[in-house]
């Protein structure tokens, strides 16, 4: 712990020396698997797709005090905040905060207000779980402020000398977005007092594993994903080959456009009419070659979603995603990017998609 990190702690001791001789709140970590969320055209979807996280669950409390005497690490941490957003202390806040992700200037001011105004006539509830990868730590707290309780993520990261240091503001860290999408999720743990996790046998179908960071500070985060080339023989390669095969016949029309949108989600077709109405004539032309272009040569099945690498005649991969629709195959978010988009475009991935052996070097070894 830095010098400064200690000083701030002796005051935070000798202020609210009370708060610290409460019963410690205890929990065991666990490994668990949560359902990747993806955000279609149509609203979020649960998928087949498993994220592994390190989690802790704590008991559920009124009024939250903070973890305790023998609080350590990030439990420490969090204690620390609490007591400093209860001073409107934003020097101490920002020394308690990480000094490469969480010191901002614009964004650490602007979070330090809103942190203050709602711990002045709000309270935290109840802290329900923790979550644990490559260096970060997630609190998920329970807020009740100006008559509405919801819930938040407090977020931590391990700095160099140990110390777990406060993000006032957001990361971009890819596992802590999609671990966020599953946490907002209609089955998540903000909207369920028990969220839905990966099945056993979702778990053990899963035939490639791929790290979400490139961050090698412990627990790995790791995505567990059915994934086949699209040469296999499988009812799933079958329909999606037929899908892309439909949607080049359609656009093989001079006046294509009523022909091709009910290969595309509601949301994608209407924004396709829209575009196609003001669009030149070279514009639609290049459109048409580019899906014309679209070779598949991977098929992951995240059922419902489905997510499908293809290959353009200049070795260019492309993903398209489709969702099931009246016993047919549709191409959704062809509009949209999501942070599922993130994963799925991430250079692991793009680099495992070129190797001769597509993804060979992420496959699991049964």
Known sequence: MTPTRLIHRSVVLSLFGALWCLPALSAAAREVYVPLTFNSDSGPVQTKVCLQVTEKRYPETQTWQGFGRSAQGAEEAMDQVQLVFKRHDKEALRQLSDPILGRDPKQFDDQAKAYFDQMETGAITTISREYEFSGFVVFLARL????????????????????????????????????????????????????????????????????????????????????????????????????????????????????????????????????????????????????????????????????????????????????????????TNSTRVTVADKLFKSAELFKAAMLPKPFSNLEIQK
């Not at 240091?165 to 089955?187: C, K």
Request: charged letters at 15%.
């Open 144 to 331: 009740h402020w100006m008559d509405k309780t919801f819930s938040s993520p407090f977020i931590f990261h391990q700095e160099e000398n140990g110390a777990f240091g406060f993000l006032p503001y957001r990361t971009n860290d890819l596992t802590f977005q999609l671990l966020l999408d599953w946490l907002n999720a209609p089955w998540g743990p903000s909207n369920q007092a028990e969220p839905a996790y990966c099945s056993e046998a979702t778990i053990t179908d899963s035939n490639y594993r791929v790290p979400t960071s490139t961050s090698t500070a412990s627990p790995v985060p790791f995505l567990l994903l059915n994934g086949a080339p699209a040469t296999q023989s499988t009812d799933l390669v079958a329909r999606t080959n037929a899908t892309l095969q439909g949607m080049k016949k359609a656009l093989a029309a001079d006046d294509w456009i009523d022909s091709f949108v009910p290969f595309i989600s509601p949301e994608g077709a209407k924004r396709l009419k829209e575009w196609y109405r003001t669009a030149s004539e070279q514009d639609k032309i290049d459109y048409k070659q580019y899906i014309m272009e679209q070779d598949p040569f991977f098929v992951f099945n995240a059922s419902p979603l489905v997510v499908v690498y293809t290959k353009t005649p200049a070795n260019m991969v492309q993903i398209m995603y489709f969702m099931p629709s009246g016993g047919n195959l549709v191409w």
